[in-house]
């Protein structure tokens, strides 16, 4: 029987388990058709499953490729555009490469492998697929368990060894003994080819040279790359003979290569790596032997994050500017002109970064993802100029949702630099009408936030909170000069410029200055702790995921050779004071604010032991304080199985409001008719 009040038009927790949104979008050679992939909750098994589907570029009609029970993943068209490759897993073992025909719809499996394969890319003729995958190694030795074990004896597990530097990734747990490298099938099926070997991995993306004899792939072979892990380089690999020739030899990372059509040169991205907090990405061209590099954005100062050739003189590079993502359109002069912007992930709703996925067809068609602040990524086109949205995954479902209006907030720091922030209003807050306020701080630090949809600010706003969430100081996107403004010195003024912002949504008539409250993750997540160490103006806090003490975290990470190398200008036993000086643990003794600890509890970037020293030295203070673990969740996974990201929201809002003193029930959203 229907709710006689109506719908329920607020953004609630079960609406997680609604989205959809558009990955991956692989545009047809001939710009025809477009496959991507969809991801979309199952709330079944509580996680974002991916299928794959196809679009008529003219009409907009859609179908379903590949779906059903497992996930569904990584689409790549032939040369031909007649067939797509496609990872696929059922459940059971490793996800295996198919192919599909699109004219009869037959796939085959053209894999038995022992691991998932990555890095597809067909071969010229279309007649073998390259693609990379770990190989299984052997652990080190050392020692051996007694001999003689009784028959039917129940043992302990033998000890585990690990030698390697980076021993464990988050998202990935304790590496398995082994190393990522180039294989080659045939698209009929077959056993596959190994072609690289060695005690290095070897990475995608892969291209082939137009006659099919060489295939570029990027990988770190120098002899102390493991604790020299910046420093790849792109390779040329000859098929015929195995041989291998390193096209690129500058200290930094060098990956990325992509063969123009015609096979004259090669595009790549990377930078010079002199040790500092952040440097934009740059895009160069050489020719196919590694000879005449150019750096075709160095004068244009922002990172490049993706790369595809259109033609054989333009390359398509992906950026952020301001907050917002663009693709343009790269000359082999430097020239750039922009071709599409507004692009937004599909994927990773809580919070709402910068990013997007585009590809190019062979006459220039463009496909990407596009979203807005109160939807997910859709699938766009562009043939030059305004593009136009091919699909409306949330449409039907979302316009009876009353979301949370997003606006730009005018922002000046102490030192008079321009800060970008943006404020999120609770659904039927009336003019005039203050409400509590949640700071939500984004992580990185070298990251950005745009106005997109973030899942966390509508359940935050449905409450009843307005959110704040700014770019500070070390945000990308504007400038390599803004982004260093914390090299060598964060947590530092970025404290300034979000209390400024803080200052400017009270100014606004909107924050309530009696109920201010702060959160963040990982980046956002230790200056949160640095806030309450800081100043006792919030009522409470939530730092997420944070790093407490910059020696523990140095040595615990998962990529242990990171923070001492691009942070601070020593190891942690040669200058302890200085990495203790920029720890909120130094500070810990001046907070009062109510602060609660969240925190994965497979979180291998910032460990679980950096939480849990927090959680103890304010439970040792007597400072009101709660340690949230999320189960089975990875630093980046933290929010992604739906009930957990919701479970993580309510649990935030339900310390806030133990600590809330206005006494004013949460605005509620108009009810429908």
């Given at each position: 029987m229907a709710d006689d009040a109506g719908p329920q038009r607020a953004f609630t927790a079960d609406d997680l388990f609604k989205l959809s949104g558009v990955t991956d979008p692989q545009i047809s050679p001939d710009g025809n058709r477009i496959a991507y992939v969809r991801s979309s909750a199952d709330v079944m098994v509580d996680k974002q499953v991916p299928s794959i589907w196809l679009v008529d570029v003219a009409n907009g009609a859609q179908r379903p490729l590949v779906t059903g029970q497992g996930a569904h993943f990584s689409p790549v068209w032939s040369p031909d555009g007649k067939r797509l490759a496609f990872v696929s897993s059922d459940g059971d073992g490793a996800p295996q490469l198919y192919v599909l025909w699109l004219d009869s719809g037959a796939k085959v499996r053209v894999t038995g492998l022992p691991d998932s394969p990555g890095s597809i890319a067909w071969s010229p003729d279309g007649r073998q697929i390259a693609y990379t995958m770990r190989v299984p190694g052997q652990a080190m030795k050392l020692g051996s368990a007694p001999a003689n074990k009784p028959e039917g004896a129940k043992w302990a597990d033998p000890l585990e060894v690990i030698d390697r530097v980076t021993y464990r990734a988050d998202g990935g747990g304790y590496t398995q003994p082994g190393y990522d490298h180039l294989f080659l099938v045939s698209t009929d099926g077959g056993a596959p080819r190994q072609l690289t070997f060695g005690n290095f991995d070897d990475q995608g993306p892969l291209s082939w040279t137009p006659d099919g004899k060489r295939i570029l792939f990027?990988?770190?072979?120098?002899?102390?790359?493991?604790?020299?892990?910046?420093?790849?380089?792109?390779?040329?690999?000859?098929?015929?003979?195995g041989s291998l020739t390193a096209l690129t030899t500058r200290k930094g990372p060098d990956a990325n290569p992509l063969v123009s059509p015609d096979g004259k040169h090669v595009a790549y991205l990377g930078y010079d790596d002199v040790n500092r907090s952040y440097e934009n990405t740059e895009l160069y061209v050489m020719n196919i032997d590694g000879s005449g590099v150019k750096a075709l954005t160095g004068k244009f100062d922002h990172s490049i994050d993706s790369i595809a050739w259109s033609g054989n003189a333009t390359v398509l590079a992906q950026y952020d500017d301001h907050a917002k993502t663009y693709v343009a359109r790269v000359g082999l002069d430097g020239s750039v002109r922009n071709a599409v912007e507004g692009l937004s992930p599909g994927k990773g709703y809580d919070r709402p970064y910068t990013g997007g996925e585009f590809s190019v067809s062979g006459n220039g068609r463009i496909a990407y993802t596009s979203g807005t602040a109160s939807r997910p990524a859709d699938l766009w086109v562009s043939t030059g100029g305004a593009g136009r949205k091919l699909t409306d995954l949330n449409g039907t479902w979302m316009e009876a949702k009353a979301m949370a209006p997003v606006r730009k907030l005018a922002v000046t720091a102490p030192d008079g630099r321009s800060i970008d922030a943006w404020l999120v209003t609770p659904p039927g807050l009336a003019p005039g009408q203050r409400a509590p306020l949640i700071l939500e701080i984004h992580g990185g630090p070298n990251t950005a936030y745009a106005p997109g949809f973030a899942t966390d600010y509508q359940l935050y706003a449905a409450h009843g909170y307005a959110v704040l969430y700014t770019n500070p100081r070390g945000s990308t996107s504007y400038g390599e000069e803004f982004a260093n403004l914390i090299d060598r010195a964060y947590p530092g003024k970025d404290y300034d410029d979000l209390m400024a912002a803080v200052d400017a949504a009270i100014a606004d008539g909107v924050a309530d200055p009696n109920n201010l409250f702060v959160t963040g993750g990982s980046g956002g997540g230790v200056l949160t702790a640095w806030i309450v160490g800081k100043t006792d103006r919030f009522k409470a806090a939530v730092t997420q995921k944070p790093v407490i003490n910059w020696i523990s975290e140095a040595l615990t990470m998962d990529a242990t050779?990171?923070?001492?190398?691009?942070?601070?200008?020593?190891?942690?036993?040669?200058?302890?004071m200085e990495y203790w000086r920029r720890s909120p643990l130094s500070i810990v003794g001046n907070v009062k604010t109510p602060t609660m600890v969240v925190v994965g509890s497979e979180d291998y970037r910032t460990p679980v032991s950096e939480a849990e020293q927090y959680y103890a030295a304010l439970q040792i203070r007597g400072v009101p304080t709660a340690l949230v673990k999320v189960p089975g969740a990875s630093h980046g996974g933290i929010a992604a199985r739906p009930s957990q990201s919701a479970g993580k929201a309510s649990a935030i809002l339900a310390w806030f409001d133990k600590y809330r003193t206005d006494k004013v029930a949460p605005v509620e959203a108009p009810k429908g008719e």
């Open positions: 990027s990988g770190n072979r120098n002899a102390d790359w493991q604790r020299d892990a910046n420093n790849s380089e792109v390779y040329s690999l000859d098929i015929a003979s050779t990171f923070t001492s190398r691009y942070w601070f200008d020593k190891k942690p036993w040669e200058d302890p």
